[in-house]
């Protein structure tokens, strides 16, 4: 009996160990539209360590990209580590947006064809994007095709407080929309 228990804890130990360790993986995607083509992007919120993934009409499977994100994306990470992406069909670039979610601290990063690699923005948003966040913070890509512009929404994920920034360019930086949804907005 007794040796029947160790063998079932050592089993259910690692079972959780295993169930443990998949629950680090994200996953998020994109479509070009240009390409006709969707795109996969699967990392580890602990290490940041992503895979892209393409579908190879030739092969009839999923493959994975040869050219990847950096395999620490964010320094000094603190949080947990997600990421967002966008294509914007204007200039026929995906970016990607990752961040720590115990800071807010961000990093875009663009597909640079002349060096052929990912290559990180000059400009990102502020340090702390949502001054006085106390839950995780929550970030958001997207891209109006209207008004060909990119969009990020930042959120506490405690309180729901959020601040979208736009691209303002004739100051060259990431600003504030002066119109955001309300502070508590499940109230």
């Not at 807010?104 to 663009?110: E, L, N, P, T």
Request: charged residues 20%; hydrophobic residues 40%.
């Amino acid at each position: 009996m007794k040796s029947k228990l160790i063998l079932l804890l050592i089993l259910f130990c690692s079972m959780f160990k295993l169930h443990a360790q998949n629950n680090n993986i994200r996953m998020t995607s994109f479509y070009n539209s240009i390409d006709k083509a969707a795109y996969y992007l699967v990392w580890d919120i602990k290490t940041g360590k992503s895979v892209q993934y393409y579908w190879n009409a030739t092969a009839s499977k999923w493959a994975k990209m040869e050219i990847n994100l950096p395999a620490l994306p964010l320094a000094g990470a603190i949080g947990n580590i997600m990421m967002d992406v966008f294509y914007n069909s204007n200039d026929k670039t995906a970016y990607y947006l990752v961040w720590d979610t115990k800071t807010g601290k961000s990093v875009q990063y663009y597909w640079d064809t002349n060096a052929s690699k990912w290559a990180k923005m000059e400009i990102n948003l502020p340090a702390q994007p949502l001054p006085g966040a106390i839950g995780e913070i929550g970030m958001k890509a997207y891209y109006d095709y209207i008004d060909k512009a990119a969009y990020y929404v930042v959120w506490d994920c405690n309180s729901g407080k959020s601040v979208q920034y736009y691209w303002d360019s004739a100051a060259s930086k990431w600003a504030k929309m002066e119109i955001n949804l309300p502070a508590d907005p499940l109230k």
